[in-house]
């Protein structure tokens, strides 16, 4: 299904109305599970194990949905998008289920496996129907739609989350999504409807088994070294070796194949190339807050996990309010320029945050975290759209499933990097039941994440110059 440009209403009574609710229905739930979690991590943690396990039930998590989400997109431009977010909302569904019923920590994150595995669906296919079905111009306003996805969820989000865990009930944390699960399929079945032009395909199994292996070996050298086993040992030797070996591997296959997981000539584009580390840094930032943000509270001056949660939230309430109004902005000064402001704030914000956290405050965190937040939502979508609008309906999926795999890659590569920092300034001080070792270990976890936001900003430098769109241009890109 396409836009066409007589049909400008973009809002949820117009034609299109009941197929922006069920994408905005379908991504509340990839929305409200990126902020219930991270509150309840200490209770979790303090039921079924470890702190220093906590980072797997996110780098897991966002490990599954990296590396499918190149695959569903691959497939989203061949037989569809709609078999393929049905098939995320069922894995997203079943994955939630498990968790709800996990007896240890193990399972929880074998479960959160499956989890990852529907939202590397879910969330990407949202994005690449928004992109088929609404013109630029009119994405600019649909953004302020979804982005109160968003802003909702922020709220109940952290706020579930937080209470479910003072009742010791975080189990509910995984339930919640059962019937968000439900509805979502079914408006999506009733409402949405495509037309694809069905043929033979030659699936990339060596690509996606390389790049799986290659990610999996990186990630678990980065949680496990120093704590499970020395930084200079056999297990860190095949963990990092092994990774990056895949990695080439898997690059030398994708050249290759015929049609391969990840279409590496696409990132000889300048603008895809750029956009595509734009978003890798986006979504280090995200996890550096969302994932860190609680235990440092509430393991430094024992902030309860509600208002812990609800400091986070400004974080994703400050992103969808810049979202919902950035849509104008780029279309009068360009996504470069957009996203250029949008990284500033967010790389001072960053940096505030890391110089503050040796006097932790709720309150502080709060106004920082919304700052970075609005930052990050007036660079994200700039990005994303600059990139969908530079193809057509064939590479449209697989654009978008890069900018959504680099995000994701991102978070997996950033969880993993910034828990190894934390785990060793655990292991070398007085633990994770000391509040200045806490404070110590967040501190080199926010100093990392400032870093990340720097080199986002150069990356976004470096994006091909752009002007303000005409109204022909507007009405017709990435068509």
């Keep these: 299904m396409t836009a066409s440009p007589d049909r400008a209403s973009v809002g949820l009574r117009s034609e299109r109305g009941p197929i922006l609710g069920a994408l905005m229905l379908a991504t509340g739930l990839i929305a409200i599970d990126a902020t219930i979690l991270a509150t309840a991590v200490p209770t979790i943690v303090g039921d079924l194990g470890s702190y220093q396990q906590f980072p797997w039930l996110f780098s897991v998590y966002l490990l599954a949905q990296a590396v499918s989400v190149p695959i569903y997109s691959r497939f989203a431009d061949t037989i569809g998008r709609k078999p393929i977010i049905m098939i995320g909302i069922a894995l997203f569904l079943l994955g ?34 928004v992109g088929d079905i609404y013109t630029v111009a009119e994405r600019a306003k649909v953004q302020g739609y979804m982005a109160s996805v968003w802003a909702i969820s922020s709220v109940i989000g952290p706020s579930l989350g937080g209470i479910f865990s003072q009742l010791d009930a975080w189990r509910w944390i995984f339930f919640v999504n059962v019937p968000l699960c ?8 009733t409402h949405y409807h495509e037309d694809v032009e069905h043929r033979r395909h030659r699936i990339d199994y060596a690509g ?15 949680l496990e070294g120093g704590t499970a086993w020395d930084w200079l040992s056999v297990p860190s030797a095949v963990c990092f070796g ?9 690059a030398w296959v994708e050249r290759r194949a015929a049609e391969p ?9 300048r603008l895809i190339l750029t956009t595509t580390l734009v978003s890798f840094g986006i979504g280090a930032l995200m996890i550096g807050v969302t994932s860190f943000g609680p235990a440092f509270l509430e393991g430094s001056i024992g ?14 309430l400050g992103w969808p309010l810049a979202a919902a109004n ?10 470069r320029r957009t996203a250029l402001i949008g990284l500033s704030i967010a790389s001072v914000a960053a940096v505030v945050l890391a110089v503050t956290a040796q006097w932790p405050s709720p309150w502080t965190f709060a106004a920082v975290a919304f700052c970075l937040g609005f930052g990050l939502g007036w660079s994200a979508a700039p990005t994303l759209i600059a990139a969908q609008s530079s193809v057509g ?9 890069m900018n959504a795999f680099a995000r994701s890659a991102g978070s997996a590569v950033g969880v993993a990097v910034l828990g190894a920092i934390s785990n060793a300034v655990i292991a070398g001080g007085g633990g994770a039941a000391d509040p200045d070792t806490i404070v110590s270990a967040s501190t080199g976890v926010f100093i990392a994440a400032a870093v990340v936001a720097v080199l986002t900003l150069v990356a976004a430098s470096v994006m091909p110059r752009d002007g303000a769109m005409s109204g022909d241009e507007i009405s017709t890109a990435g068509r």
């Design 96 to 129: 939630s289920v498990l968790c709800g019923f996990a007896w240890s920590m193990g399972w929880l994150i074998v479960f959160r496996i499956v989890q990852g595995l529907g939202a590397g669906a879910v969330a990407p296919m949202a994005m690449t129907i």
């Design 182 to 189: 439900l509805l979502a399929a079914w408006m999506l079945l």
């Design 208 to 222: 996606a088994v390389l790049l799986t292996v290659g990610l999996t070996g990186v990630i678990l050298g980065l």
């Design 242 to 250: 092994g990774g990056v070996l895949a990695l080439l591997a898997f």
């Design 261 to 269: 997981i990840i279409d590496l000539a696409l990132i000889s584009r």
């Design 303 to 316: 902030v309860a996990p509600l208002l812990s949660g609800l400091a986070v939230a400004a974080m994703s």
């Design 326 to 335: 950035v849509g104008q902005l780029y279309l009068r000064i360009g996504f």
């Design 393 to 401: 309906w064939g590479e449209r999926g697989v654009v978008t499933g």
